[in-house]
């Protein structure tokens, strides 16, 4: 159903093979284009947009609705919902 294909690279111009194995991989997963970058532009883009690492989540105190026992939360507590501690959340 799917044979190889070879691709040009947007951001370097180098040709790059666009696998039958990726291909079906992006069909099973619903995605639509091709990829435009070949894998070491790709990856190279990665790391500059996550500066290498995986930052940090700024986690918000709360009250766990539930319990009452305090607790951090990875979003702003708005007060209209209720917040739960992990192990309510479980619940």
């Known amino acids: 159903m799917y044979s190889d294909k070879t691709l040009t690279c947007k951001d370097c111009g180098e040709d790059?093979?666009?696998s039958a194995g990726e291909q079906?991989?992006?069909a099973e997963k619903g995605f639509e284009n091709e990829p435009a970058r070949c894998p070491?532009?790709?990856?190279?883009?990665k790391?500059?947009?996550s500066g290498g690492f995986?930052?940090?989540r700024e986690m918000?105190?709360?009250v766990?609705?539930?319990c009452g026992?305090?607790?951090e939360v990875p979003f702003r507590p708005s007060g209209d919902r209720p917040v739960y501690c992990r192990d309510c959340f479980r619940r």
């Open 69 to 71: 026992a305090e607790t």
């Open 47 to 49: 790391q500059r947009n």
């Open 64 to 66: 766990c609705a539930q």
């Open 60 to 62: 918000y105190p709360a």
């Open 16 to 18: 790059f093979v666009f």
């Open 40 to 45: 070491q532009c790709r990856a190279a883009r």
């Open 54 to 56: 995986r930052r940090e």
């Open 24 to 26: 079906a991989f992006y």
